[in-house]
């Protein structure tokens, strides 16, 4: 008797289980939220936001440390920003 049940055991996992795992998850990746293309424009617009008001911050601070040369020592007077706007995250 379990020489013979256990044979049908494997093939109903095998042929049954293991599909409706499989359908089960891509179903559900499926209906996962996605982002759409306004979201995305709102996100590359935040993001060169932040890009932009980073750049002015440290114009600021470039000219309080050239005005006040104490007011924050590690401050340096390059006016090139320390990243590159071409690139995206």
């Known amino acids: 008797m379990e020489d013979v049940f256990l044979p049908i055991v494997i093939c109903g996992m095998l042929f049954v289980g293991m599909p409706w795992v499989i359908l089960h998850y891509v179903t559900k990746w499926k ?12 996100l590359d617009e935040l993001h060169l936001l932040a890009r932009r008001l980073e750049d002015r ?15 924050r020592p590690g401050v ?3 006016p090139r920003p320390s990243y590159d706007l071409s690139k995206r995250n």
Request: hydrophobic residues 35%.
């Open 31 to 42: 209906q996962a939220p996605k982002i759409t293309d306004e979201d995305e424009k709102l």
């Open 76 to 78: 340096s007077a390059d």
């Open 57 to 71: 911050l440290q114009t600021v601070e470039r000219i309080v440390a050239a005005d006040h040369p104490d007011w």
